[in-house]
């Protein structure tokens, strides 16, 4: 019997499967509010050099399979009955804030993929997206520091 | 392209309708003389098989054929319904493992040798699978095939057959079950097929959108920018529902013989 490892195991394991689905959630936010709904950079951006194209599809498929194999990793933790659920929450948050991050720095300004809207001046727009981004990591680590007191407690 | 030719449907049209009944009534009159066996047979794979019988029954109706010739559009909804959509629901209905019961012994036995044989083997591998379904789309619609294709009757049966067979043999690769598979391959790798398909897939939608292949094949820019998306979405949607169904059937097992997912260590 080795109880406190297992436990920090169950927590490890509920954080990134949560991760997961926090990524391909925000990813999906992302296709659907501002590729589809506001339409403010499109389906096929001829600016976007053609690297930019194949990773569009490689982030696609990150996408897609992160949501499903994050959701049922955590029903599989959840039948074993070692679903940690304060750290699954706290690993929600940190992978949606995380791929946000990530999409408005790397994706947006070093590897200049697309922006997030044209014709304007994008500095307000990157300001927020990257505002958002910290808010919802805020929120993870906070969650994360609570599911850790919990833990001990 | 000959539109006249094409609406006068003659028995050749029906072919393909006459050849999908002829399958679902074989397999309805195999599973129902299943019923008295000990191991029965379930009403759930029959009902897959039906299912999957109507979606490839509605893409290969003769109007939906006409439809699918002329219009790109058409073709992408044909193309969803018979190499994606209509493969995976049949494979639930498990197919081979019904021929191995229903079979006299000896030819149950000539079939389980056909399985392991080289060539099946091969072909129902998932990197041949997805580079026979994939690559042959790319092969496709980014070269002059595809027009060759509205002029040439044969070669369009062809096609449609090559989706058909390619698409199962996909599906069939990456789930594994419920049917005898040839391959014992464990979860993460197909996992990982699954996800190069998704990649190449909508790499692919976008390289049509955005360079408007097929070319050569009289349509507007409209009509391939909306099959461009109609098979990212489409896929899209295939694809995520393959991986549902992959997933569900290893949700499905019982919990200390699940395989681990991500991280080697089998939580115990």
């Known amino acids: 019997m080795n109880l406190p490892t297992s436990s920090r195991d169950d927590a490890r394991r509920s954080l990134?499967?949560?991760?997961?689905?926090?990524?391909?959630?925000?990813?999906?936010?992302?296709?659907?509010?501002?590729?589809?709904?506001?339409?403010?950079?499109?389906?096929?951006?001829?600016?976007?050099?053609?690297?930019?194209?194949?990773?569009?599809?490689?982030?696609?498929?990150?996408?897609?399979?992160?949501?499903?194999?994050?959701?049922?990793?955590?029903?599989?933790?959840?039948?074993?009955?070692?679903?940690?659920?304060?750290?699954?929450?706290?690993?929600?948050?940190?992978?949606?804030?995380?791929?946000?991050?990530?999409?408005?720095?790397?994706?947006?300004?070093?590897?200049?993929?697309?922006?997030?809207?044209?014709?304007?001046?994008?500095?307000?727009?990157?300001?927020?997206?990257?505002?958002?981004?910290?808010?919802?990591?805020?929120?993870?680590?906070?969650?994360?520091?609570?599911?850790?007191?919990?833990?001990?407690? | 392209m000959s539109v006249q030719a094409h609406d006068s449907h003659g028995l050749i049209e029906w072919l393909p309708l006459v050849l999908v009944t002829l399958l679902t009534l074989t397999y309805l009159a195999a599973a129902y003389a299943q019923r008295t066996t000990a191991a029965g047979w379930s009403l759930w794979r029959c009902g897959f098989l039906v299912l999957g019988s109507v979606l490839l029954a509605v893409a290969v109706l003769p109007?939906?054929?006409?439809?699918?010739?002329?219009?790109?559009?058409?073709?992408?909804?044909?193309?969803?319904?018979?190499?994606?959509?209509?493969?995976?629901?049949?494979?639930?209905?498990?197919?081979?493992?019904?021929?191995?019961?229903?079979?006299?012994?000896?030819g149950g036995r000539r079939v389980a040798a056909l399985l392991q044989s080289r060539p099946i083997r091969f072909v129902s591998h998932p990197v041949s699978a997805l580079s026979l379904n994939i690559g042959g789309m790319y092969v496709l619609y980014l070269t002059p095939l595809y027009a060759a294709s509205l002029d040439n009757q044969a070669l369009h049966y062809w096609l449609h057959l090559h989706f058909l067979v390619a698409g199962y043999l996909f599906c069939w690769a990456i789930l594994a079950e419920p049917d005898a598979s040839p391959h014992r391959l464990s979860l993460r790798f197909r996992l990982g097929i699954l996800f190069i398909a998704i990649a190449a897939h909508s790499l692919l939608g976008k390289l049509m959108y955005g360079y408007l292949w097929p070319r050569d094949t009289g349509?507007?820019?409209?009509?391939?920018?909306?099959?461009?998306?109609?098979?990212?979405?489409?896929?899209?949607?295939?694809?995520?529902?393959?991986?549902?169904?992959?997933?569900?059937?290893?949700?499905?097992?019982?919990?200390?013989?699940r395989e681990a997912l991500l991280s080697s260590a089998t939580p115990t």
């Not at chain 1, 990813?27 to 709904?37: K, R, S, T």
């Not at chain 1, 194949?54 to 696609?60: N, P, R």
């Not at chain 1, 992160?66 to 959701?71: F, N, R, S, T, W």
């Not at chain 2, 920018?225 to 019982?254: I, N």
Request: charge should be neutral; aromatic fraction near 12%; proline fraction near 3%.
């Open chain 1, 16 to 153: 990134w499967a949560a991760v997961l689905v926090g990524i391909g959630v925000m990813a999906g936010v992302d296709e659907i509010v501002f590729h589809q709904l506001l339409q403010w950079h499109h389906f096929f951006d001829r600016a976007t050099p053609t690297i930019g194209i194949i990773s569009d599809g490689v982030l696609h498929a990150v996408e897609l399979l992160a949501i499903v194999i994050g959701v049922f990793l955590l029903i599989d933790l959840s039948q074993r009955k070692r679903l940690a659920i304060s750290w699954a929450w706290a690993g929600f948050f940190c992978g949606m804030g995380g791929f946000q991050l990530f999409d408005g720095i790397v994706n947006h300004k070093l590897l200049r993929l697309h922006q997030i809207r044209y014709e304007v001046e994008p500095f307000i727009y990157d300001l927020s997206w990257n505002f958002a981004a910290l808010v919802l990591l805020l929120v993870g680590g906070w969650l994360y520091r609570r599911a850790k007191r919990m833990g001990r407690g």
């Open chain 2, 63 to 106: 109007s939906m054929m006409t439809w699918a010739h002329h219009d790109l559009r058409g073709h992408m909804v044909a193309h969803l319904l018979i190499g994606m959509l209509a493969p995976m629901v049949w494979v639930l209905a498990a197919p081979v493992t019904l021929l191995l019961r229903a079979l006299p012994q000896a």
């Open chain 2, 219 to 257: 349509n507007g820019v409209e009509e391939i920018r909306f099959a461009a998306q109609l098979m990212y979405y489409g896929g899209d949607l295939a694809e995520l529902l393959l991986a549902v169904v992959l997933l569900s059937l290893w949700l499905r097992k019982p919990i200390d013989r």
